[in-house]
């Protein structure tokens, strides 16, 4: 069967979905590169130590308010101890490249949000449409470059608010499909609703919402 990775450099890339709620995660930083991936980790319900001397403002009273552990001072090798995940994020390039290779060698997961380094995880291109979250990525290692955000950008032009919305009412109709049918007959039940047009009516309707002139 074909694979659904792609080939990058050295081998496979494999796309993921990781599931982080409750994981314990340690965030190198508390600048500008850290502050976005503490609140992406923070949403996706991870619990997070974060080592660094000061932190943004605005991360401040993430810490006050006891959204994450702030350990003020410079992390250590033995602070990866009982982590799932890395994420270096501080402001200097050569400690981050030091704090990568450590994470790797003791077989972590890890994030650069440092534009010079790749660790061996990375969040693709995205971008949203209602509730559907669309990513993509490209033959190569690490984050996407000038052609990934290219393409980015054609997909999110070609595909309406719409369009989001309209598998949102799918989803809502598998939902709902779900509750009484057995697994066997519920996906063929589903593309038949889809099929009779009653979420292309209601796309229709949305789209025509969006053109109307604000008033």
Known sequence: PRSPGFLGEGGMILPLHLDLKGASVLVIGG???ASRWIYLLLEAGAKLRVFAADL???LKAFAKAKRFRWIRRDFRPADFE????AVVATE???ANSRALRLARSRKLWTISADPKLVGNAWQPPSFRRGGLLIHFG???KGRGGPLDEELRRYLKRRLSLAFGR???LLWEE?????????LRKLLPAWIRSAKRGRVQSIRRDVEKMLRR???
């Open 31 to 33: 600048g500008p590169r």
């Open 82 to 85: 009982g982590s799932e995940m």
């Open 174 to 182: 598998l939902s709902r499909l779900k509750r009484s049918l057995p």
């Open 92 to 94: 200097d390039s050569k």
């Open 213 to 215: 002139p604000r008033s």
């Open 138 to 140: 490209l033959p190569g």
């Open 56 to 58: 943004d403002f605005e």
């Open 166 to 168: 309209e598998w949102e």
